[in-house]
């Protein structure tokens, strides 16, 4: 089992900045799949960025494209989210996730975009933007 815990969220203003960070325990979650999520009030669960923890592969959802940075700490066994230039409707609940089995099927962006094909999840982090 791998337990993650999110940290980081907050109230910010608009043009603002905020770092998640995703501790993992109970087992190493190296050559793991690792994403974050977002959920905002009466919306479904949309993906955000994922990355391999060997960081060969990093996408991003085109709403957050060159305003947020995923990145891992090998030391700290962490999951960061540096997010930039945020805006209202960054606004959601964050939640960091896992895929244990982060093998061939994360060359393909219509996987790990799934949220359906990670096995651990955080409690997730509000994150709220003011205008």
């Known amino acids: 089992q791998v337990q993650l815990v999110e940290s980081g969220g907050g109230l910010v203003q608009a043009g603002g900045s905020l770092r998640l960070s995703c501790a993992a325990s109970?087992?190493?979650?190296?050559?793991?799949?690792l994403g974050w999520f977002r959920q905002a009030p009466g919306k479904e669960r949309e993906f955000v960025a994922a990355?391999?923890?060997?960081?060969?592969?990093?996408d991003y959802a085109d709403s957050v494209k060159g305003r947020f940075t995923i990145s891992v700490d090998n030391a700290k066994n962490t999951v960061d989210l540096q997010m930039n230039s945020l805006k209202p409707e960054d606004t959601a609940v964050y939640y960091c996730?896992?895929?244990?089995?982060?093998?061939?099927?994360?060359?393909?962006?219509?996987?790990?975009?799934?949220?359906?094909?990670?096995?651990?999840w955080g409690q997730g982090t509000q994150v709220t933007v003011s205008s």
């Open positions: 990355t391999r923890w060997s960081g060969t592969i990093t």
């Open positions: 996730a896992a895929d244990g089995s982060a093998g061939g099927s994360w060359l393909s962006s219509t996987y790990y975009t799934n949220s359906r094909n990670y096995d651990y």
């Open positions: 109970g087992r190493t979650i190296r050559n793991y799949g």
